[in-house]
């Protein structure tokens, strides 16, 4: 089973059934995922000069500290892609009658704030990605014309951003973008979704039946 179909399965069956049966649980969720990633707000902290971008600053935007030093950029990305991944696959699970308390159109929500409140660098361009590779298939078949539109916003004003700073962007955050566009990636199910949510589904079922069972009145017998 490769990574992205555990993720799958993990985020939607602990995390998504534990929001359903317990109120308060997805509020503390997402808490978590904002204390440790502020990209799944979204939101971003600038450094107003080079003077600020200190050791607080950059605990502050999310960098772990490390054996008695600063954690590596490249290895502050690849948490930020793997934290935005865990939020997309957490939004976009539908069970048959059950309400998810954060799912896609807060997904939707997330996607417009970003791109209008986010600046267009190396770790938001990674951010990005990382949400549309996991949320863009579920997304694209909800909203459809409206999705498409997004994309465009992307192609045609957030990629130039990135490529108008030159070499403080990495090549990989735009060939990222460029690519996802170009091969239409939102087309493809991310691998694990259906599985999943079928799984679910049946979870679900079994505690609907289990519950009917222990509540049926039992006949007296004389």
């Not at 179909?5 to 995390?15: C, G, I, N, S």
């Not at 502050?60 to 948490?79: A, C, H, M, P, R």
């Not at 459809?144 to 130039?160: H, N, T, W």
């Amino acid at each position: 089973m490769k990574m992205w179909r555990f993720l799958f399965l993990w985020v939607q069956t602990r995390a998504i059934f534990a929001a359903a049966l317990v109120p308060d649980a997805m509020d503390y969720l997402l808490a978590e995922f904002h204390k440790v990633c502020m990209y799944t707000v979204p939101k971003h902290l600038h450094a107003l000069n080079a003077q600020a971008r200190n050791s607080d600053y950059y605990r502050l935007i999310g960098y772990q500290e490390e054996v008695e030093k600063s954690q590596s950029t490249e290895s502050y990305l690849v948490n930020v892609v793997a934290y935005v991944k865990l939020y997309a696959a957490m939004i976009q699970t539908e069970i048959k009658g059950v309400r998810h308390p954060h799912g896609l159109a807060e997904g939707w929500k997330w996607l417009v704030m970003f791109l209008n409140t986010l600046p267009a660098i190396t770790a938001t361009a990674f951010a990005l990605h990382a949400f549309l590779k996991m949320a863009g298939f579920a997304l694209h078949k909800k909203y459809g014309s409206q999705f498409m539109k997004i994309l465009d916003v992307i192609s045609r004003r957030f990629i130039p951003a990135l490529k108008e700073q030159g070499m403080k962007v990495q090549a990989e955050a735009i060939s990222n973008l460029q690519n996802y566009l170009k091969d239409k990636v939102y087309l493809e199910e991310p691998e694990g979704r259906y599985l999943a949510q079928h799984l679910l589904s049946k979870v679900f079922m079994c505690e609907d039946q289990h519950r009917m069972a222990t509540s049926a009145p039992v006949s007296s017998r004389e």
